[in-house]
């Protein structure tokens, strides 16, 4: 099993910079991909970043040139700067890891972008 804890949600102003972090335990050898996705009511759960462990990148056209993702294999977390936040960034943030084909999920953070 795989426990992932998210933190470093809160509540920002448009434009401002927030920093989520993920960070990994229990069975964490294996663990090949790690990401983050975000949900809003009524909507379903969408890409956000994904890296895998060489450090390989994917991010969403519609954080392109504002998020950044990365990820420390030793302390087995991973990142996402969110930078030049809007309002419609404002969603839950779930992180995800890939384990030997099965997917693991955050609680999630709640990221709330004011205008």
């Known amino acids: 099993q795989v426990q992932l804890v998210e933190s470093g949600g809160g509540l920002v102003q448009t434009g401002g910079s927030l920093r989520l972090s993920c960070a990994a335990s229990?069975?964490?050898?294996?663990?090949?991909?790690m990401g983050w996705y975000r949900q809003t009511p009524g909507k379903q759960r969408e890409l956000v970043a994904f890296?895998?462990?060489?450090?390989?990148?994917n991010l969403a056209d519609f954080v392109k040139g504002r998020f950044t993702i990365s990820r420390d294999n030793a302390e087995n977390t991973v990142y996402l700067q969110m930078n030049s936040l809007k309002p419609e960034d404002t969603a839950v943030y779930f992180c995800?890891?890939?384990?030997?084909?099965?997917?693991?999920w955050g609680q999630g953070t709640q990221v709330t972008v004011s205008s």
């Open positions: 229990g069975s964490t050898s294996g663990i090949s991909g």
């Open positions: 890296i895998d462990r060489i450090g390989t990148t």
């Open positions: 995800t890891g890939l384990r030997w084909g099965y997917e693991y």
